[in-house]
């Protein structure tokens, strides 16, 4: 599933993500998430997603 929003980049660099694309992944307020550039994209993904990815790895 695609989700798309357009957003501003605030004083101090702070940038609001919208409720709707916080909630797809399931972030929540006082989560850690990971933010890295790929393909000159930023990229955002929750903790516990990653851990989930990992694992999924290490089954295979």
Same mark, same amino acid.
């Given at each position: 599933?695609?989700?798309?929003?357009?957003?501003?980049?605030?004083?101090?660099?702070?940038?609001?993500?919208?409720?709707?694309?916080?909630?797809?992944?399931?972030?929540?307020?006082?989560?850690?998430?990971?933010?890295?550039?790929?393909?000159?994209?930023?990229?955002?993904?929750? /903790?516990?997603?990653?851990?989930?990815?990992?694992?999924?790895?290490?089954? /295979?």
């Amino acid at each position: 599933m695609e989700m798309q929003a357009r957003a501003k980049i605030g004083d101090k660099g702070r940038l609001v993500i919208p409720a709707t694309l916080r909630e797809a992944p399931g972030m929540k307020v006082g989560d850690s998430v990971d933010l890295r550039v790929e393909d000159s994209e930023l990229r955002i993904s929750t /903790r516990r997603a990653r851990i989930r990815k990992a694992q999924e790895r290490v089954r /295979r």
